[in-house]
């Protein structure tokens, strides 16, 4: 699990996220040797390798044999968190990377990835969660984290004194608020008004879902998880292919970073 995890961290890749809502039940396996179809189940990756860098793999089985046991699975979607280099309005974490199979994409699992990411940042690590601040991200992304400031129910973080922005250049006084604006580029607006209006800042707050509908289907998808682990045999094995199978669906959907390990901006 060490050298899987610290895989993870040496991507450092950047995000974008999907439009569309989530509006599709994962399809059906592709072969199954009995009449039910197998449900999908959340794989949460915890932290390893000496680093926190966590992740959310979102998979399901496609082949069965007689005796139910699982032969074969794919990953449906998959996104990595990892805590910010610099405070950043402590906790938070950002998104370092996500990707969604070809097959799925178009589909709403992109936001449900991401939904399942903010409660599992807001709810069980009681953090905020904020854009890829350790390298950049594009435009699109952009767009998509402003959308999160119109949207119902989602809060920025505060400091303890009440800070609720990211410090690039230690104006405030307040040592939490201090942030790392990362491989954002610099740009005639940031010269005169800020590194915050560097080209590749998606956001520069920290953010909870207050209210969010993500936390059922979470515990769903968690608790079968669990349960297919409970008949496996080495389950710490099986949960090592599907972090190599989360990357071959990263590789696949985008090829030309294969091996690259410079940030990358999802399309």
Known sequence: MKLIMEGWRSWG???KLAGDKYKHEPREPKKLQHDHAMSPALFVVPPGGGIDMRGLVL??????DENNDIVDVEVVAMISLSKTDEPCIPLTFQVSYSAVDKRFQKKGYGSLIYGLAFHYVNSVLKGGLTSDHSHSTTAKATKMWNKFADTKGMVKKKTAVGN???DYNEKTADPDDDCDFGTAKRTFASSILGDKYRSGM???NSWIMTG???SGIYEKLKTQHEKYLKSMEDSEIFED???LKAIDVFQDAYPSLEGATSAKKLE
């Open 13 to 15: 890749v950047t995000q």
């Open 59 to 64: 998979w399901q089985p496609t082949v069965i």
């Open 164 to 166: 609720d922005e990211f």
């Open 202 to 204: 998606a956001t520069d």
């Open 212 to 214: 969010n509908n993500f």
């Open 241 to 243: 292919d599907l972090i």
